[in-house]
């Protein structure tokens, strides 16, 4: 049986949301305006909630403004771990977390090449140090604060390790990881349940929240932003001006090719960061003088290769890698990568370049595991591939027999060529492919993987998804694949969950010029600005931990602007 | 004897040049100018010299502001080849070379992951082919007015091949190659000979050369761009109003660290571009609603760590690694790559990630070579790093036996821990390093390496070097390395010649916004525009053939602007 393969989907990458964006080129003066505010929100998910909910609590009338229909933007798919340094739980349990022992962790990842424990700032930019120690001081007091108000309860996980709790950087390996109270015990829906209380919170506590406005540029009267220009659903231009500061929270460019193309170190396949993820915010800063940073990296995962070409808007990447009858293998039928490693770092195998052949031999690889790890590892959680019946199973493969399987993967690749660069596999690939099982079957029989070091690292069992108990096993990452059919596989390439670059902002995050002086009443948060983790990782919710942390800093500093006189443009200009 | 350790030499590497840096935000006004002229060109080097002698030869009035003492700009150190599709010369000789082939070598290569020989854009995006036919219609008759002129004579080079003559998508393998004419035989100094010639061309034709001016930002009026601010080395502000254009030529941001880290899609160790070439365009244009492109990649190429981390302005990228007894290792002693592969591809091997360890571990290799490569192979050009008596050898480490050579290359690797992550050899370097000498020994006897493929290619012939001929060899690349010493080795690393991306420009080389317009008055020649080229570097003088082409594209498009009245600004703006 060779499984009928599907007309491939692919869909127009650029095609932007709608309303569609307009000319970014700033508008001049502040009346007549359609809402006037203290401060303006721009962002309706995990970076524009927190800062609308902490400008609102400190007494200011906030207006948010979210492009899609509904608020969450990618938090609301996420798992909403928080990483938060120092948190209190932690000190409540005697774990010791201080400053300079997180700074070290963090350089230590953020720029690997450039670490140096003997500088001043670590070997990173006197801007990524700072940045770094005001999450270190932020982030604890941001959390208590949603907590206390009932906008973001939390539960902590004291036992989830950071994604590289083994290197002699990290003093506090576990303990850092927040999450939604109401979350289930998996924890993968977090998200939706944090978004919610937010959500409640901010409608409870008086802020004006307007869906479906796409903000298409700023207001400017004097070099000062001071509102923005938004398109509504049904085609209307309103002006909003605010009295204090625009807070831009708009998230990444994941979902817009020609960026992606352009900025990213890798060329990766679009990801699960919402559908309106464009980059708006790039083009909106760059007039008023914004400077970019951090445009190279961004937060990756493993995606199924189908959906990401099609620009599924429910796309979740592969946070966990399910199975332990279960391997990836290569065009050539190789193992080339421990496919257990934490999601960030098993995303760059994808884009490994052979200067020889001028080609990514790794660009798209192929998971194959059996009916056991069908049986026992299937899940419809964290983005796995092996999904329990019932659910969408598009792009599983199928074969009694290894010769099936591959003339089906053979088959779906075809599909693909035009986006793989002519992605095909090579005439052994079945033959390599039986001497690859054979070799991963021994190294599964002795629990350990002396090719790629599965299941060597804490993180990696966190991540192993569920697996059939086996009395006694040493290595529950790993089980002999069988000898008989049916076999499955699925094609995974390199996405993101979103991209970390846009305008570079101070630690108040407000918006930087070229000669590093903010740009009077504008700010960003999340991941619409430069993140200074630079390239890494560093644990389950370093994503969102270090934005609530930028959202609270940022409303405060919002809050002391002094509140303007708003007034006409006078008809000869300034 | 082990070789003295030179104290590390390491340069604070964002310090700019002088003049120094000032705030980019545009000013306002046309009037009172220092002066006025038709077209400002801005750098005067591989892009800067022909735009300005393409305008002046139109019959404009040009100024041309050099950052520099003197002109050139990183074209001076170059070997100046350039790359000219279905030139002249070929014509001659019958070489095909239409631009539909041509179109699928530049897309196959630019863009590896998207290629699709079906696509009508061969899976570039719309602007990124339309670059590529400007180039292939352009660059010949830009090469032969320059020759007619009398500024830029050239050579053919028929039988040199591009980068990539293998590949089935290049049906013009040999022959798209021009140099100046009055190069050396090996060409190295061909840049030399081109700027000394274009420079002299340029005086005679009645450019107004003004080195030494710094410009700092542009002068706009009524969203047209009309002039700049340039700063003096004995600080002076100058105010230039341009009639018509105002055309930006000043190269990448290879030495801006941090512009280097927050864009490109590799840590690299600066390079070999002039030193004044610190992406100062970046700033100046984004205020006006510059777009920027293709910030992730650069032209690489290997370089010795320790003048890349010195900033020597003397630096010349290793274009060519010398010597066929010799080998690159990493720190544990294995070979990791084909030494041969064409210096762009080289550089990639430094950056290969380990997402199991988080680190390069090929970030730094060690060139070794032994005393025949040493009498045979040594060279002061392509910055080979084998060089002959009464060279800089500073980077040359020594030892009699193997043993001694290793601790020489540990003990300089401990003088710059600091800028590579703490990079040091594995314990059983020596051990390994041996059997990799033996593997590799074994393999120059046959004349194949079944490793890496060194010497399977005609590119890597060009490259070779000089090498002591021995009769019935098969395989000149390689040579087996002696069981007695003394040994060599330098340590290697990645940077780049310059970087390739910037503002967007049109095949007219106009700076265009967010919408895709034209940004009047303001145009785009060379390293400091984003490059059509993506990652490829399609051939020898890849650089500065397209650049040439823009150039003459850029003077043609500002000839026919209007000519503005220049006034003065209205106290009460516009």
Redesign the interface.
């Known amino acids: 049986m060779v499984a009928a393969t599907p007309t491939p989907r692919t869909a127009p990458d650029a095609v932007p949301t709608r309303p569609a964006r307009?000319?970014?080129?700033p508008a001049n003066g502040e009346l007549p305006a359609d809402a006037v505010t203290d401060v303006i929100v721009v962002g309706g998910g995990g970076g524009g909630l927190p800062t609308a909910l902490f400008s609102r609590w400190l007494g200011n009338e906030v207006v948010l403004l979210e492009k899609a229909p509904e608020l969450g933007g990618t938090a609301r798919k996420a798992a909403f771990w928080y990483w938060v340094p120092n948190n209190v739980p932690m000190r409540a349990l005697g774990l010791a977390d201080e400053e300079p022992d997180f700074l070290r962790y963090v350089a230590?990842?953020a720029?690997?090449?450039?670490?140096?424990p003997?500088?001043p700032t670590l070997?990173l930019?006197q801007w990524e140090y700072d940045m770094c120690r005001a999450i270190y001081e932020s982030a604890s007091p941001a959390a208590e604060l949603l907590a206390e108000k009932g906008a973001l309860e939390y539960r902590h996980c004291p036992d989830v390790p950071d994604y590289?709790s083994e290197?002699p950087e990290d003093k506090a390996p576990t303990g850092r990881v927040l999450v939604p109270a109401g979350a289930r015990e998996s924890m993968s829906d977090g998200g939706a349940v944090g978004v919610a209380s937010m959500s409640a919170a901010a409608r409870r506590d008086g802020v004006d929240i307007r869906t479906g406005h796409r903000v298409q540029r700023l207001v400017v009267r004097g070099g000062a932003v001071v509102g923005v220009e938004a398109t509504t659903a049904d085609g209307h231009t309103r002006r909003i001006a605010a009295r204090k500061a625009v807070v831009f929270a708009t998230g990444g460019f994941t979902h817009d090719v020609?960026l992606r193309?352009?900025?990213?170190?890798?060329?990766v396949y679009g990801g699960c960061a919402a559908a309106t993820n464009e980059g708006d915010f790039l083009?909106i800063a760059?007039?008023?003088?914004?400077?970019?940073?951090?445009?190279?990296y961004a937060w990756m995962c493993p995606v199924p290769l189908e959906r990401a070409v099609a620009r599924d808007p429910g796309l979740i990447g592969m946070f966990s890698v399910a199975g332990d009858s279960m391997v990836f293998v290569d065009k050539t039928g190789r193992r080339v990568?421990?496919e257990k490693?934490q999601y960030n770092?098993?995303a760059?195998?994808f884009f490994?370049?052979d200067?020889?052949k001028?080609?990514?031999p790794h660009?798209v690889l192929v998971q194959i595991w059996d009916q056991r790890s069908q049986d026992h590892s299937a899940s419809d959680e964290y983005g796995r591939l092996i999904v329990p019946p019932g659910n969408d199973d598009s792009h599983v493969i199928r074969g009694e027999t290894l010769e099936e399987l591959a003339e089906a993967i053979a088959a779906r690749l075809e599909g693909y060529?035009?986006?793989?660069?002519?992605l095909t596999l090579d005439p052994d690939f079945v033959s390599t492919l039986r001497r690859t099982i054979q070799r991963f079957n021994g190294s599964a029989e002795r629990g350990v993987d002396e090719d790629?070091?599965r299941g060597e690292k804490p993180i990696q069992f966190v991540f192993n998804g569920p697996v059939k108990e086996e009395p006694g096993r040493s290595n529950p990452t790993m089980w002999p694949i069988s000898g008989r059919g049916p076999y499955y596989a699925a094609l995974v390439t390199g996405g993101t969950l979103d991209t970390k670059?846009g305008p570079r902002t101070n630690t108040d995050a407000q918006v930087l010029?070229?000669?590093g002086t903010p740009i009077p009443g504008l700010y960003g948060v999340g991941n619409c600005v430069?993140s200074a983790s630079?390239q890494a990782y560093w644990a389950g919710g370093a994503t969102l931990g270090p934005i609530i942390a930028f959202a609270h800093r940022a409303a405060q500093a919002a809050d002391r602007e002094p509140s303007r006189e708003l007034r006409e443009l006078a008809p000869?200009?300034?």
Request: overall charge negative; hydrophobic content about 35%.
């Open positions: 307009e000319s970014a080129a230590r990842l720029r690997p090449t450039a670490y140096d003997t500088s070997g930019s590289w290197i020609d193309r352009n900025f990213l170190h890798a060329p083009a760059s007039p008023v003088g914004a400077q970019l940073r951090n445009m190279n990568v421990n490693l770092e098993l760059q195998t490994s370049y200067g020889d001028g080609e990514y660009l060529r035009g986006v793989t660069g002519g790629f070091h670059g010029d070229d000669t430069a630079a000869a200009g300034s």
